[in-house]
């Protein structure tokens, strides 16, 4: 089960979106945050995606402050009309400010956000665009009245929001269609489950899960980030993945090493797996996005989706979530949780 025999299938990513590979990519760590590239290595891992049918290519404009939208321009313009092309607004770096961080929604923002991420990704329009933080100081109809006037005016597609709760997505989605919702979703982090599935279920908008592989905890690829990882990697700043937290973790894996080795397969594939099933799960489209830097990982996470988990099987990974230690953040307000009613005051 560690490669993909056949291109994957397609599903409509929400009513009236479009059709997409069931399992999309996650490129910021192609050319950002997971320590030094290579850019070889990492341009033939974009192949592989239209290879096995993974259409969905999801950037931001903040991943590497645009050097990632930039790094994706010759794939994309090489393979348009194979891909559904999304990125992000909403997080504003300053490549002269390292410290420099603020949300923005305001319209004149999101004006020029768009027109950078045009130019950077060298396309006329963006398939989908999503929010990509949620600022509560400006109103969510402001916010998404100026983004459903992006696709008046043809720059955009498909609207998407990224971390949102069930009434926050209710709520845009009375002002314009939402196709997408992405937030963090894996068999480590279900803080999403509380409203914002619910809600993109009933309303027929499709749930884009990122990190759906514990940023590679869960893949094994390492159990310490402060021991295992390069130190301009962005994981040593999460707080279940060094210390204490991680040795805990680490232990919650078991059952996943289990199923793995009833299946002949990676424990990736059954993490993936999982996701996948949330689809029948809650009645919705589910399309996780994983990254990755290699062509074998990518096939290899393809294979996932012809994996189907047993009622016991995921009985065993049920507790999971529950019993992590550490935040996903090391600061949550910026996160769906953090804004649902009754969550705990943010760190």
């Known amino acids: 089960m560690s490669n993909a025999t056949a291109m994957i299938r397609k599903v409509e990513l929400g009513a009236g979106g ?3 590979g069931v399992q999309g990519f996650g490129a910021m760590g192609i050319s950002a945050a997971y320590g030094q590239t290579d850019t070889a ?3 033939d891992t974009l192949e592989a995606t239209v290879e096995a049918g993974v259409t969905l290519i999801d950037t931001a404009d903040m991943y590497g402050v645009g050097a990632n939208e930039e790094f994706l321009a010759p794939f994309v313009a090489a393979h348009r009309d194979d891909i559904t092309l999304a990125t992000k607004f909403g997080i504003e770096y300053r490549a ?3 410290a420099y961080r603020a949300i923005r929604n305001d319209p004149g923002y999101l004006k020029k956000a768009v ?3 045009l130019r950077r990704l060298d396309v006329e329009v963006i398939d989908l665009y999503y929010m990509h933080r949620r600022d509560p100081a400006v109103p969510l109809a402001e916010s998404v009245g100026a983004m459903a006037e992006l696709v008046r005016e043809g720059k955009v597609k498909h609207l998407g929001l990224s971390e949102v709760t069930g009434a926050e997505l209710r709520e845009a989605h009375a002002v314009h269609p939402i196709t997408a919702v992405q937030s963090e979703w894996s ?3 279900r803080d999403v489950e509380r409203s914002a599935v619910g809600a993109a279920a009933e309303l027929g908008v499709a749930f884009v899960p990122y990190s759906p592989l514990g940023r590679g905890f869960l893949t094994g690829a390492f159990t310490d980030a402060d021991k295992d990882l390069s130190g301009d990697d962005f994981r040593q700043l999460m707080p279940r993945y060094t210390g204490d937290n991680a040795k805990t973790n680490a232990a919650l894996l078991a059952p996943l090493h289990k199923i793995a ?5 990676t424990t990736a594939q059954i993490a993936l797996a999982w996701v996948h099933q949330r689809s ?3 009645g919705l489209t589910v399309v996780p996005i994983p990254g990755t830097r290699k062509r074998s990982r990518l096939a290899e996470n393809a294979a996932a989706t012809l994996i189907t988990l ?3 099987e995921l009985t065993l990974l049920e507790p999971i979530a529950g019993r992590v230690a550490g935040d996903r953040y090391a600061d949550m307000s910026l996160t769906s949780a953090a804004r649902e009613p009754g969550a705990l005051p943010a760190a």
């Open 187 to 189: 068999v480590f982090s």
């Open 115 to 117: 027109e950078a991420s």
């Open 41 to 43: 290595a990492a341009r």
């Open 96 to 98: 002269d400010d390292p």
């Open 310 to 312: 047993t009622a016991d």
């Open 18 to 20: 479009p059709l997409v």
């Open 280 to 282: 029948q799960a809650h």
């Open 261 to 265: 080795a009833g299946h002949g397969a």
